[in-house]
């Protein structure tokens, strides 16, 4: 069946550092590709996502792109602030519902 | 941004205990959901509701399970009688169109003693 899987953490940046947060996919066909993240005591929200193969979502400085080829959605960021530090969660549009991985804790440090 | 809202935020039950969780959904969304995650674990997928009725159920969610929507606001899990696994934190969602957003209240933290 369908299924997610994304790097361990928790991870441990430093403020300005890169951030590289790994996602591959098991799926039938080309589904949607979804980023959500869940703020301390808040809900998961939607980060970005990709459709379709070669596409790439990018919302608040995060980018990932839909590779077909490796099934990856990798989400990266160029410089990372305190204020992104939250749990990291990579989905698939499966029937009817999101298919998520088990999620990533990002802790960035001043 | 609109926003779901879960009640209550943390819950502690005996095992065997019945518990109703409670979510308030965006009031033009059409599509509810809830999903879980055991600790450590994955977010899993439950069950979604479309026109007042379950559209898709997971194997987690079996005769021990019920959702309703009892009143066109509230949206409720009801665990009939606990077991320890079901120890989770609960998430609620909806959506105006299905999975292309999903909005997703801030959960509920079930733990059963």
């Known amino acids: ?110 | 941004e609109p926003e779901v809202t879960q009640t209550p935020s943390h819950q502690v039950t005996q095992m065997g205990q019945e518990v109703i969780l409670r979510c308030v959904p965006i009031s033009n969304h059409l599509y509810f959901y809830w999903y879980r995650q055991i600790l450590g674990q994955k977010v899993e997928f439950l069950v979604s509701f479309y026109n007042n009725e379950i559209s898709e159920k997971s194997e987690i969610f079996d005769d021990q399970f019920s959702v309703e929507r009892p009143d066109g606001s509230n949206f409720t899990l009801k665990i009939r009688s606990t077991k320890l696994e079901d120890s989770a934190m609960y998430f609620c969602a909806a959506s105006p169109s299905g999975n292309e957003k999903l909005f997703f209240g801030s959960g509920t933290q079930l733990s059963v003693l």
């Open chain 1, 1 to 110: 069946g369908d299924s997610v899987t994304q790097m361990e953490g928790p991870v441990t940046l430093s403020e300005e550092a890169f951030l590289t947060i790994n996602c591959t996919y098991t799926a039938t066909g080309y589904p949607s590709l979804f980023w959500y993240v869940q703020y301390p005591g808040e809900g998961l929200q939607l980060l970005l996502k990709a459709t379709k193969a070669d596409d790439k979502g990018s919302n608040k400085g995060f980018e990932a792109t839909y590779r077909k080829e490796t099934t990856s959605f990798h989400l990266e960021k160029g410089s990372v602030q305190v204020s992104d530090s939250a749990v990291y969660f990579c989905a698939l549009e499966g029937s009817e519902k999101l298919v998520f991985g088990k999620g990533t804790k990002l802790t960035v440090n001043p």
